[in-house]
């Protein structure tokens, strides 16, 4: 999918009126000094989508719109893209565990009245995207060489349309199609309904809040007392103290060389925008000639936007650059979720929550 970011963008760039150019501004120097910056003004100006009225141009998708719901109620479908496949149908079964259904993965009768007092909520919604949004700094050619990639001062997104589908939990390609470029051109676009971010309980950490407003997770979210990786399945699951399915995300675990590690262990604390630290030595695919390095925080990390540390040495819970594959490539060994739900579940747990995989 990484491919075809260049047409999307294009693609978006055009349908809403935008510049990829972050140096287009050509906003005039201040006579007098400026006044101290508001971290929070200056985010919610980046990152705030506010509403641009309803959606009545684009037909109403039935997948998408449960899709969108499943994503707002904690069980991902990894990619909101209104079509049917293994990762709805996993979402579907998560919520029937959770809601005393029977599991059948499917849009039955049973599910459908149990989704009902969500009926009225549209599989998408029109936003304005933010002033400051497309300002943000892209990495346009992103290294594939380690040495490369640690000289650059943020593994930061490569173009708005990756920028904007990561916010919205879909890809590039979706926006493009929600978008045509003979569409709207005044900031406007059309979105999957993933709901608003609240930061409520988010911690004290400007960076952090950004990442989440960027990702499009709430702060606020059910505590887990454990999780539970199922190999047979490709999930995660996260459970309430009272034994409740409270969250399922689709994930990649493991390798035929760095196969998931069976048994029990402790999440031993939570990395945010974490650094990471490159070993060649612990990779089965790379030489070992290569030099460590250290690669700096990012979306576009190997780890994603956060890294979820296990008693296991060498082994967490993570994001990934590379949504679309989660369940479809391997691992070395680790847990592997989008970013946007990788983020969710750190705010999920905390240090001393026990961790089961199973096969």
């Known amino acids: 999918m990484r491919h075809r970011i260049g047409l999307a963008a294009a693609l978006l760039l055009s349908a809403c009126g935008l510049s990829d150019d972050p140096a287009s501004s050509n906003a005039a120097v201040p006579a007098v000094a400026p006044k101290p910056v508001d971290p929070q003004a200056v985010m919610a100006t980046a990152y705030g989508f506010a509403d641009a009225g309803p959606d009545t141009g684009w037909p109403d998708n039935p997948v998408m719109r449960t899709q969108a719901l499943l994503d707002s109620l904690g069980f991902s479908p990894k990619i909101i893209d209104g079509k049917e496949g293994r990762d709805y149908a996993l979402a579907l079964r998560g919520f029937q565990i959770a809601n005393d259904l029977p599991d059948t993965g499917k849009y039955d009768a049973a599910t459908i009245k149990a989704l009902e007092r969500w009926k009225d909520r549209p599989a998408t919604r029109l936003v304005r995207i933010p002033e400051g949004f497309a300002k943000a700094a892209f990495v346009p050619q992103m290294p594939k060489d380690a040495k490369e990639k640690a000289k650059l001062p943020m593994l930061a997104y490569r173009d708005i349309a990756e920028m904007l589908a990561e916010r919205f939990h879909t890809t590039p390609a979706v926006l493009a199609t929600l978008n045509p470029a003979n569409g709207r051109r005044d900031g406007i676009i059309r979105v999957p309904n993933v709901g608003e971010v609240d930061l409520t309980d988010a911690p004290d950490n400007i960076q952090w809040r950004e990442t989440l407003m960027q990702l499009g997770v709430s702060a606020r979210q059910s505590k887990a007392d454990r999780i539970v990786v199922d190999k047979s399945e490709g999930v995660l699951r996260a459970y309430a103290e009272d034994g409740r399915l409270i969250a399922q995300f689709p994930a990649t675990m493991g390798s035929e060389h760095d196969p998931l590690p069976i048994g029990d262990w402790t999440i031993k604390g939570v990395s945010r925008n974490p650094q990471f630290h490159y070993n060649p030595r612990l990779f089965w695919d790379v030489s070992d000639s290569e030099d460590s390095v250290t690669l ?63 096969p």
């Open 296 to 358: 700096p925080s990012g979306p576009n990390s190997d780890v994603g936007s956060v890294w979820i540390d296990l008693s296991k040495p060498h082994y967490g819970i993570h994001g990934t650059p590379n949504p679309e594959l989660i369940g479809r490539s391997e691992s070395h060994g680790c847990i592997r979720l989008t970013n946007w739900d990788a983020v969710r579940l750190a705010q999920m747990v905390a240090t001393g929550v026990k961790a089961h995989f199973e």
